[in-house]
């Protein structure tokens, strides 16, 4: 008789007083829905169709590390801050989001991976080195980071910004501000925080100061306005002249080559590359399923299906990351508030 009230009462402190004794959040192996969230830099049905197979490679995945997952829900973000924020609140599992937005949001999430990129046939600092007419192609080598570029459009005042870079004189502010511009979020490092680096560095300046800077929906939108002259400037990543090349004579209308209409006027300092993070917040959350989730990208990266997956960010492999990766990225975000 002892024992079994010794036994009834284990199991009623277990089951009350210490709920400590049941799994906690993230022990579970079963999960039955994992939401995977992607920033908008591309068209959401693009991202979308694109990812599709990425759901049964990481079922297949994560069941090497013991992990069940009964669904992968993946979700394109309004906005590269709606990632963050969803990592934060812990309604997307896995994002994967720029280091700018990261470190916006580290408190509740935690960077696993670092994505590699191919590194590019121009990297110089000088803007004018890129404006040969030829296409920014890649290497064979793998980067770790990638500029931004601000360029200029086939408008009237995109020309002369162009004209005057070429020639190889300084741009004024006024030259500047006198451009229509197409930026993206305020998070997004190519399409804002750099950019704003720059205008700093450059003219003491900040986006915020521009008599006329309106946020694009992506980068595809930046590139579909400057072609029609509604924008003068857009800012993007190195390669994304590349990734809007077929739209530009087609989509967009255009007659003569993106390499050939568009010019360089402005090229920031490298930014780290994107990352795969985690949420803190999410049931999911175990120092266990952050091996799995690295083990598991690591691995569809290594294939040649999972190679095409991936290749809708330009990303080309993944390396395990610390969140000390992304203390320059903390100086930019601190050099943005002053």
């Known amino acids: 008789m002892r024992k079994v009230i010794a036994i009834l009462l284990a199991v009623v402190l277990c089951l009350g007083l ?25 068209e959401q049905d693009e991202i979308i169709n694109a990812t599709e197979p990425l759901k049964e490679m990481l079922i297949a995945e994560l069941a090497k590390a ?65 404006n040969d007419g030829l296409a920014t192609l890649p290497l064979t080598t793998d980067a770790i980071g990638y500029r931004s570029l601000i360029i200029a459009g086939p408008s009237e005042v995109g020309q002369k910004l162009a004209a005057k870079v070429n020639a190889g004189e300084a741009l004024t502010w006024d030259d500047i501000n006198s451009a229509n511009w197409g930026v993206s979020s305020s998070t997004s490092p190519a399409g804002y925080v750099y950019p704003t680096i720059w205008l700093q560095e450059n003219f003491d300046k900040k ?8 946020q694009t929906g992506n980068y595809s939108d930046s590139f579909g306005r400057l072609a029609a002259g509604q924008l003068d400037v857009v800012v993007c990543y190195a390669d994304a002249r590349r990734d809007n090349a077929a739209k530009w004579t087609t989509d967009f209308g255009r007659t003569e080559d993106i390499f050939v209409e568009t010019n360089v006027i402005g090229v920031t300092p490298h930014i780290y590359n994107d990352t795969i993070s985690v949420s803190r917040n999410a049931d999911t959350y175990s120092d266990e ?10 691995n569809i990266a290594s294939t040649e299906a999972g190679k095409e997956v991936i290749s809708i960010y330009q990303h080309k492999g993944y390396v395990v990351a610390v969140d000390s990766d992304y203390d320059n990225e903390r100086k930019a975000q601190e050099l943005l508030k002053k």
């Open 18 to 42: 210490f709920a400590g004794c049941g799994p906690k959040a993230g022990d579970s192996k079963t999960i039955e829905n994992l939401v995977v969230g992607f920033v908008p830099s591309r």
């Open 66 to 130: 013991g992990y069940t997952v009964e669904n992968v829900e993946i979700t394109v973000g309004t906005s590269f801050e709606a990632v963050g924020e969803g990592l934060d609140a812990g309604t997307i599992d896995i994002g994967l989001i720029p280091g700018s937005t990261y470190v916006l949001y580290s408190d509740g999430a935690e960077v696993v991976l670092t994505a590699t990129r191919d590194a590019l046939s121009k990297d110089s600092e000088n803007a004018k080195d890129w």
């Open 207 to 214: 986006i915020t100061d521009l008599k006329t800077a309106v």
């Open 289 to 298: 399923f952050k091996k799995a989730v690295q083990e598991a990208f690591i």
